[in-house]
C-alpha cells in the first residue's frame, strides 16, 4: 500500500492553495509524506467540460467571496489576485523539475517550493503566470537561476507536465485540489477534514 | 433583521436532502427558524451556464461516490436513485402551496412534507418526479389527495413557483442546496458547518 497522499493542483486555483497549506499537517499525523502534482486544470477542462468558477454568472461573485470566507476558516492569509484566473505552466513545470531532479538538495525543495508560489500568488500579490516571477521566488530558495531558466525551456520538462496531465486525467481527476489516497479521491479544500477521518478509521 | 435561515434546494439534489436533515438542528441552536425555498434547478442552470454534476465526463462517477459517503459522513441513509437527476415539479409547487396555505393545519406541515419528500426519493427508492408519488406520499402525512391534486393544476400554484424561481436568480442561488441569513450566502451540504460558525460567532 502507498504511503503517499498524491495532492493535485493548480497553482491558479484559491481552494489548491488552502488545501496545499493543510494537507501536510494531515500527512504527519498519519505517516504519510505528500506527493506533490502540480497540473493546469485548463488542459483538464477541456477534457471535463468544465470552466473556472468566476465564469460561471451567479456562480462567479459568489466564488470569489467563499475563497476569502474559506480562507478566514482556516486563518490562512488571502488576497484575491487582481489577474485571476492564471496560466500556471512555468510554476507547475519548476516543480515536476524539483521533485524528480537527480540533486538531491534540489529535490528536497519541493515541497517548500510549492508553498512559495502559492504566497507570491495568493499572499503578494505576485502575476505567478510570469516565468520571471517563478524564477525569482525559487531563487529566494536557493534554487540557481539560471539553472531553472534552462530547465524551463527544456523539452524533457516541458513533456514532464504533459505527461502529468494526462496521467492526473487517466485518474479522474478533474479539479483542484484533488487528493487520492490508497484509490480513494477527495476533490476540494472542504474535504480534507473527510479525509483526515478516512485516514483515522483506516478506510470505511 | 430577519431571524430565519433561507434553504434553497431542489429535491433532485443529493446534497439538498442531506442539508435539509441537517439545517433544522442548526436553526434550533441559534434561535432561527428555516424557510424552505423548493426550486428548479433546471431553469437556474439555464441561467448561470451550468449543467447536472453527473453529467461531466470525469467528474460524474466522483460526484455519485461523493453523494454516498457524504451521505455516510454525517449517519443519513442514502441510496442513489435509479431515475436521477429528475423533474421535481410536483414536489417544490406541493411545498409552495402548503407552505403558503390559509388552513395552518396544512401550513405547519410544511416541513414535514419536506423531509418525507426526501425520503421517498433518497431512501425509499420512489420516483419522486411522478405526481402520484408526491400526492401519496403527502397523504400520508394528512394531507387530502383531491385538496393536493387539484392545487398541482392551479395556475397560482403554478405561478408562485415560477415566481419563486426567480426570486432565486435575483438572490444569486445557482446551486442546492444554498443557504441565505442575513445576506450572507453559503452553498452546499459541506457549507453548513461554516454557517453554523458564522452565527454562533455573528458574523464576520
Known amino acids: 500500500m502507498s504511503q503517499t497522499i498524491e495532492f493535485y493542483f493548480d497553482f491558479s486555483s484559491p481552494y489548491g492553495y488552502l488545501g496545499a497549506q493543510r494537507i501536510q499537517a494531515v500527512a504527519d499525523q498519519h505517516q504519510r509524506s505528500v506527493d506533490w502534482h502540480p497540473i493546469l486544470l485548463g488542459a483538464i477542462f477541456k477534457v471535463s467540460g468544465q470552466a473556472p468558477l468566476t465564469t460561471f454568472p451567479l456562480k462567479g461573485d459568489y466564488a470569489i467571496m467563499d475563497f476569502q470566507r474559506s480562507a478566514r476558516e482556516v486563518e490562512l492569509p488571502y488576497s484575491h489576485p487582481k489577474q485571476f484566473p492564471i496560466a500556471t505552466v512555468a510554476a507547475a513545470r519548476t516543480i515536476w523539475w524539483a521533485k524528480e531532479h537527480e540533486d538531491s ?5 519541493t515541497g517548500d517550493l510549492v508553498q512559495a508560489f502559492f504566497k507570491a500568488y495568493y ?3 505576485k502575476n505567478l503566470s510570469d ?8 531563487s529566494k530558495l536557493g534554487i540557481d537561476q539560471s539553472n531553472l531558466e534552462a530547465a524551463l525551456q527544456d523539452d524533457v520538462v516541458k513533456t514532464r507536465l504533459k505527461t502529468a496531465v494526462n496521467d492526473a486525467i487517466e485518474k479522474k481527476v478533474f ?4 487528493m487520492i489516497v490508497d484509490g480513494e479521491s477527495f476533490w476540494g479544500n472542504d474535504r480534507i477534514e473527510q479525509l483526515d477521518r478516512w485516514l483515522t478509521r483506516g478506510g470505511w
Open 123 to 125: 499572499v503578494d500579490g
Open 105 to 109: 538538495t534540489i529535490n528536497q525543495k
Open 131 to 138: 516565468a520571471s516571477v517563478v524564477v525569482e521566488t525559487a
Open 175 to 178: 479539479g483542484s485540489p484533488m
